[in-house]
């Protein structure tokens, strides 16, 4: 069982950053495919990015056309934590935001292939 706690998310004007963090503990963290989802009031739970597990300490990153260029995730697998760098954040971005964990698989942008989720931690961009 892996247990996942997400930290970082506030308030913040457009244009400005925040880095999220999420937590894991149990499981074999560093082969685990991370992904962070958000879901907005009303909105189904969309994809933001993943880092895929591919062999050792190789990972490869996928992030939401929404996002490229915008959103840096990484990992740190030394502390079992990722991290999701929000930069040029605009008001579409506001939504809860949930950290993912999941089995290695070719397939890591759909919500329903992944195994564990943290509570979620809000983020409120101003316009």
């Known amino acids: 069982q892996v247990h996942l706690v997400e930290s970082g998310g506030g308030l913040v004007q457009a244009g400005g950053s925040l880095r999220l963090s999420c937590v894991a503990s149990?499981?074999?963290?560093?082969?685990?495919?991370m992904g962070w989802f958000r879901q907005a009031p009303g909105k189904e739970r969309e994809f933001v990015a993943a880092?895929?597990?591919?062999?050792?300490?190789?990972?490869?990153?996928d992030y939401a056309d929404s996002v490229k260029g915008r959103f840096t995730m990484s990992r740190d697998n030394a502390k079992n934590t990722v991290y999701l760098r929000m930069n040029s954040l605009k008001a579409e971005d506001t939504a809860v935001y949930y950290c993912?964990?999941?089995?290695?698989?070719?397939?890591?942008?759909?919500?329903?292939?992944?195994?564990?989720w943290g509570q979620g931690t809000q983020v409120t961009v101003s316009s």
């Open positions: 993912a964990a999941k089995f290695p698989g070719r397939t890591f942008d759909k919500a329903e292939l992944y195994n564990y």
């Open positions: 149990g499981g074999t963290f560093s082969t685990y495919d």
């Open positions: 880092l895929k597990w591919s062999s050792g300490s190789i990972y490869y990153a």
